[in-house]
């Protein structure tokens, strides 16, 4: 029988400052002393869309934050290294804390003080939209990974913004709905690893999320911001604002928040300052605030005359860290007959076919970067292979959700060179006279704040534009043109001279809008395009997203059968299907499950047509697979970004192993998913899982998935053994367990060795298992490793709501070791906190 008097972890409410030196601080009050509140509060806000602002008189300069974060946004090209899930896919801390080093540099090469990252947020639901960004559905992966981002930037003198805190899990309303989460669920699942990254990297900065949670904006919730992560926590640092996030003055100065983004100020300035002279806000409040801004100033060297390191980005050695994570990353998930690697003594002919072959997409996020190059996979084999085997390419289908229309072939722009849309931009609010500015664009996308499109417009806060093209589709049939913008915009569409569509803003608008219109267009016929749009004041953000989406997959019949054909008279088949740039995306969620378009019938057909069939999935976020059966060989490539073609082609071709495992469940179907019935919700969205989220969820209902969580396929096969576990805890509440690891196989591999922890006794409900330490080796064939784990006290606890404190309960828990939450070799109990 449990012991119902737990034991109150010891240390978990206390926190160490982690302040600069004494000299440092010593500055910073007396620049405290010499500064009026004006410009305190001056501090608190941006300059512009990036900057902080300086005090000139004080000596204290201006810093410039980027969008991250696997890539350095804005400015020069920078290297783009494999998506947050892709790094989480690694299950490998070592490499990820060389991906910080590297992205810190990056940064640096461009003149920038604070990369905004990691996206930690947990993945609750397979369809939220910017599960790409970040790293799993378990708060112990994403903490470790976190941890290892965030030391290897800040080690080279750059900030990491940790973000979103928190319950950012879904885009769906995610500028005000509120996500209604226990504080048991908030403290295990959703703060876990923010906690984790918190305490042992020390962010610079932390970001507060857009939604609500349990009722308040996270930028004014004083239980998140002061009471746990300032105080509990004990972090030092900035906590700044997600990007218009903010939505008041006195609530958020006394919740905790420190800097509103963007700038000029809205919330803050002026109003700040009112709020302090009427005696809302207590003045120390403020000068809290700026302590931590001119903290964080200090941090980045903008206190003193210390010259920074210079930097360099895209060089060689990124280039060939970028493609040996993605390469880590790549999983394995079916392997029959040891369809992989590719034998080459039988391969004469490959065929490489579908939409993803001669780019992958790259889901579309703030996080995206400008990329010197992207090598595709259909490059990346035949630079491999060069003359040894005869690559035949056919796309086969298209997407078949949204079609970029600045493809070769499909829009032509009036004037000026190459393809995509003509843009003209006027200086006034009718495009009446000549255009200030004109430019080739490839697409009608784009989002400013405080910023102009171009020089010869005055002010950022009005102006218009034109966007003129020449649309040929090679398919008759209907599509469906798709315009999303902030609210304070006219924006019109216009086909072959007609108004067809347009939007203008209801009284008090204040989240996005657009429109959507049926076109019916006929193969080979020119259609003009134009796109007019007027910036009105009212609005500080200018945004506009066209999407260009196919209502039925028009000529396909003809794609499958010129795939099938030339798979039938290759030896093997590549068949290269995922997500288009449009499905995973900032600012939506997706709309189901399934690969879109006609991909499943074209898998089918090659698979009918070649047996030795293996599909490359390109996907930041779990996708049924109906076609499971009909193929040998699955592999999973996530966004492997610049360098992903050729890191595939290393793994189809067995130059480098599958190391990637899955950091999230992936079900057979959306309503066995925890959060099904609860997503994306309205004004709230009900967290009513709880605990049981991810693979917690599975084991706790005996749900089978379709490839559970930690799951990845090898070339090489690998043996446990001799696992060790002391009876009890020692005196300092520590657990040290260990095993054998042995490469059983002839190939050289990688194996993430998984330990679970379960406890059968518990007063409240826990998860069958959780996972609470792992380690990846890297082992030559036939060579083994001893495999060390440390535990502590934390390891065995949960929260308890009643006592506000983790709480270990005295009693028998189980150590589980596997390669997946599913596969558990070895297993043995312990007695706790007794």
Same mark, same amino acid.
């Given at each position: 029988?449990? $012991?119902?008097?737990p034991?109150?972890?010891?240390?978990e409410?206390?926190?160490?400052?982690?302040l600069?030196?004494?000299?440092?601080?010593?500055?910073?009050?007396?620049?405290?002393?010499?500064?009026t509140?004006?410009?305190k509060v001056?501090?608190?806000?941006?300059?512009?869309?990036?900057?902080? @602002? #300086?005090?000139?008189?004080?000596g204290?300069?201006?810093?410039?934050?980027?969008?991250?974060?696997h890539g350095?946004g804005g400015?020069?090209?920078?290297?783009?290294?494999?998506t947050?899930?892709?790094?989480g896919a690694?299950?490998n801390?070592?490499?990820?804390?060389?991906v910080?080093?590297?992205?810190g540099?990056?940064?640096?090469?461009?003149?920038?003080?604070?990369?905004l990252?990691?996206?930690?947020?947990?993945?609750?639901?397979?369809?939220?939209?910017?599960?790409f960004e970040?790293?799993?559905?378990?708060?112990?992966?994403t903490?470790?990974?976190?941890?290892?981002?965030?030391?290897?930037?800040?080690?080279?003198?750059?900030?990491?913004?940790?973000?979103?805190?928190?319950?950012n899990?879904?885009?769906t309303?995610?500028?005000?709905?509120?996500?209604?989460?226990?504080?048991?669920?908030?403290?295990?699942?959703?703060?876990?690893?923010?906690?984790?990254?918190?305490?042992?990297?020390n962010?610079?900065?932390?970001? %507060?999320?857009?939604n609500?949670v349990n009722g308040?904006y996270a930028?004014?919730?004083?239980?998140?911001?002061?009471?746990?992560l300032?105080?509990?926590w004990?972090?030092?640092?900035?906590?700044?604002?997600?990007?218009?996030?903010?939505?008041?003055?006195?609530?958020s100065?006394?919740?905790g928040?420190?800097?509103?983004?963007?700038?000029?100020?809205?919330?803050?300035?002026?109003?700040l300052?009112?709020?302090?002279n009427?005696w809302?806000?207590?003045?120390?409040a403020?000068?809290?605030?700026?302590?931590?801004?001119?903290?964080l100033?200090?941090?980045?060297?903008?206190?003193?005359d210390?010259?920074r390191?210079?930097?360099?980005?895209?060089?060689?050695?990124? @280039?060939?860290l970028?493609r040996?994570?993605a390469?880590?990353?790549i999983?394995?998930?079916?392997?029959?007959?040891?369809?992989?690697?590719?034998a080459?003594?039988?391969?004469?002919?490959?065929?490489v076919?579908?939409?993803?072959?001669?780019?992958?997409?790259?889901?579309?996020?703030?996080a995206?970067?400008k990329?010197?190059?992207?090598?595709?996979?259909?490059?990346?084999?035949?630079?491999?292979?060069?003359?040894?085997?005869?690559?035949?390419?056919?796309?086969?289908?298209?997407?078949?959700?949204?079609?970029?229309l600045?493809?070769?072939?499909?829009?032509k722009?009036?004037?000026g060179e190459?393809?995509?849309?003509?843009?003209?931009?006027?200086?006034?609010?009718?495009?009446?006279?000549?255009?200030?500015?004109?430019?080739?664009? %490839?697409?009608?996308?784009?989002?400013?704040?405080?910023s102009v499109?171009?020089?010869?417009?005055?002010?950022?806060?009005?102006?218009?534009?034109?966007?003129?093209?020449?649309?040929?589709?090679?398919?008759?049939?209907?599509?469906?043109?798709?315009?999303?913008?902030?609210?304070?915009?006219?924006?019109?569409?216009? #086909?072959?001279?007609?108004?067809?569509?347009?939007?203008?803003?209801?009284?008090?608008?204040?989240?996005l809008?657009g429109?959507?219109?049926?076109?019916?267009?006929?193969?080979?016929?020119?259609?003009?395009?134009?796109?007019?749009y007027i910036?009105?004041p009212?609005?500080e953000?200018?945004?506009?997203?066209?999407?260009?989406?196919?209502?039925? $997959?028009?000529?396909?019949?003809?794609?499958l059968?010129?795939?099938a054909?030339?798979? %039938?008279?290759?030896?093997?088949?590549?068949?290269f299907?995922?997500?288009?740039?449009?499905?995973?995306t900032?600012g939506?969620?997706?709309?189901?499950?399934?690969?879109?378009?006609?991909?499943?019938e074209?898998?089918?057909?090659v698979?009918?047509?070649?047996?030795?069939?293996?599909?490359v999935?390109?996907?930041?976020?779990?996708?049924?697979?109906?076609?499971?059966?009909?193929?040998?060989?699955?592999?999973?490539?996530?966004?492997?970004?610049q360098?992903?073609?050729?890191?595939?082609?290393?793994?189809l071709?067995?130059? #480098?192993?599958?190391?990637?495992r899955?950091?999230?469940?992936?079900?057979?179907?959306?309503?066995?998913t925890?959060?099904?019935?609860?997503?994306?919700?309205?004004?709230?969205?009900?967290?009513?899982?709880?605990?049981?989220?991810?693979?917690?969820?599975?084991?706790?209902?005996?749900?089978?998935?379709?490839?559970?969580?930690?799951f990845?396929?090898?070339?090489?096969?690998?043996?446990?053994?001799?696992?060790?576990?002391?009876?009890?805890?020692?005196?300092?509440?520590?657990?040290?367990?260990?095993?054998d690891?042995?490469?059983?196989?002839t190939?050289?591999?990688?194996?993430?060795?998984?330990l679970y922890?379960?406890?059968p006794?518990?007063?409240?409900?826990?998860?069958?298992?959780?996972?609470?330490?792992?380690?990846?080796?890297?082992?030559?064939?036939?060579?083994? @490793?001893?495999?060390?784990?440390?535990?502590?006290?934390?390891?065995?606890?949960?929260?308890d709501?009643?006592?506000?404190?983790?709480?270990?309960e005295?009693?028998?828990f189980d150590?589980?070791?596997?390669?997946?939450?599913?596969?558990?070799?070895?297993?043995?109990?312990?007695?706790a906190?007794?």
């Amino acid at each position: 029988m449990r $012991n119902k008097n737990p034991i109150r972890v010891a240390g978990e409410n206390s926190h160490t400052m982690k302040l600069l030196n004494p000299d440092m601080e010593q500055k910073i009050d007396a620049l405290l002393r010499q500064m009026t509140l004006t410009e305190k509060v001056s501090l608190l806000s941006g300059r512009d869309m990036w900057h902080t @602002q #300086a005090i000139e008189r004080l000596g204290v300069r201006e810093l410039m934050m980027s969008d991250g974060p696997h890539g350095v946004g804005g400015g020069e090209p920078s290297t783009g290294f494999p998506t947050g899930i892709a790094m989480g896919a690694t299950w490998n801390p070592d490499l990820i804390r060389s991906v910080g080093v590297a992205l810190g540099n990056e940064t640096l090469a461009n003149e920038k003080d604070v990369l905004l990252g990691p996206c930690v947020n947990i993945v609750r639901h397979p369809l939220a939209g910017r599960n790409f960004e970040t790293y799993s559905e378990d708060p112990c992966l994403t903490g470790e990974i976190g941890v290892a981002w965030v030391e290897g930037l800040q080690s080279v003198g750059v900030g990491a913004s940790l973000k979103h805190y928190a319950c950012n899990n879904q885009e769906t309303n995610r500028d005000r709905a509120s996500s209604v989460v226990d504080e048991r669920t908030l403290r295990e699942i959703y703060l876990a690893h923010f906690e984790t990254i918190v305490k042992r990297a020390n962010p610079w900065t932390v970001m %507060a999320a857009y939604n609500r949670v349990n009722g308040l904006y996270a930028s004014e919730c004083d239980h998140l911001l002061n009471e746990i992560l300032k105080e509990e926590w004990g972090f030092d640092g900035v906590v700044v604002s997600d990007w218009g996030g903010n939505h008041t003055t006195v609530s958020s100065v006394r919740a905790g928040l420190d800097l509103e983004m963007p700038g000029p100020a809205k919330f803050f300035g002026s109003w700040l300052v009112e709020a302090v002279n009427n005696w809302q806000i207590a003045p120390e409040a403020v000068d809290e605030a700026a302590r931590r801004l001119l903290r964080l100033l200090a941090r980045a060297g903008k206190l003193d005359d210390v010259p920074r390191a210079a930097g360099e980005a895209n060089t060689p050695a990124h @280039q060939q860290l970028a493609r040996v994570v993605a390469e880590e990353a790549i999983v394995l998930l079916k392997n029959e007959g040891g369809m992989l690697p590719l034998a080459m003594e039988k391969l004469d002919t490959l065929a490489v076919i579908g939409p993803t072959a001669e780019a992958t997409s790259m889901a579309i996020s703030s996080a995206s970067n400008k990329t010197p190059y992207r090598v595709g996979p259909l490059e990346g084999l035949r630079e491999a292979l060069k003359d040894r085997v005869k690559i035949e390419h056919e796309p086969g289908v298209d997407h078949s959700y949204e079609i970029m229309l600045n493809k070769v072939g499909w829009v032509k722009p009036p004037q000026g060179e190459g393809f995509g849309w003509y843009a003209e931009y006027f200086d006034n609010l009718d495009l009446s006279g000549e255009p200030v500015g004109t430019r080739v664009e %490839a697409k009608v996308h784009f989002w400013r704040h405080g910023s102009v499109p171009c020089e010869g417009i005055k002010k950022w806060e009005q102006y218009s534009a034109r966007w003129n093209t020449t649309l040929t589709v090679p398919h008759t049939g209907r599509y469906l043109i798709d315009f999303a913008c902030a609210p304070n915009c006219v924006l019109r569409l216009f #086909a072959d001279g007609q108004m067809i569509a347009s939007y203008k803003p209801e009284p008090g608008s204040a989240t996005l809008s657009g429109f959507a219109v049926d076109l019916d267009l006929a193969a080979g016929k020119p259609c003009q395009l134009r796109v007019e749009y007027i910036k009105l004041p009212a609005q500080e953000a200018a945004f506009a997203k066209m999407r260009f989406i196919p209502l039925a $997959n028009a000529g396909y019949e003809e794609g499958l059968k010129r795939a099938a054909d030339l798979a %039938a008279r290759c030896d093997a088949a590549l068949v290269f299907v995922g997500l288009p740039e449009a499905l995973e995306t900032e600012g939506c969620d997706r709309p189901h499950m399934d690969l879109p378009g006609a991909q499943a019938e074209l898998i089918r057909a090659v698979a009918k047509a070649n047996p030795r069939t293996t599909v490359v999935l390109t996907c930041g976020a779990p996708v049924t697979m109906p076609w499971i059966e009909d193929v040998p060989a699955v592999v999973l490539a996530w966004y492997p970004n610049q360098e992903g073609g050729r890191a595939i082609a290393r793994i189809l071709l067995g130059e #480098a192993e599958p190391g990637g495992r899955l950091p999230v469940t992936f079900p057979k179907r959306l309503e066995d998913t925890p959060a099904f019935g609860y997503f994306p919700g309205e004004r709230e969205v009900p967290y009513g899982e709880g605990i049981f989220v991810g693979y917690r969820h599975y084991d706790k209902r005996a749900i089978e998935p379709l490839f559970p969580f930690g799951f990845g396929l090898s070339y090489t096969r690998f043996e446990y053994s001799d696992l060790r576990v002391p009876p009890a805890l020692d005196a300092d509440q520590r657990l040290e367990v260990s095993l054998d690891v042995r490469n059983a196989g002839t190939r050289a591999g990688a194996e993430v060795v998984q330990l679970y922890v379960g406890d059968p006794q518990a007063s409240l409900p826990r998860p069958p298992k959780e996972l609470k330490a792992f380690k990846k080796v890297f082992l030559e064939p036939g060579e083994s @490793q001893r495999i060390e784990f440390v535990l502590n006290a934390r390891d065995f606890s949960f929260y308890d709501p009643a006592r506000k404190a983790w709480v270990l309960e005295p009693g028998e828990f189980d150590i589980l070791i596997g390669r997946s939450s599913r596969d558990i070799f070895l297993q043995k109990r312990l007695q706790a906190g007794s």
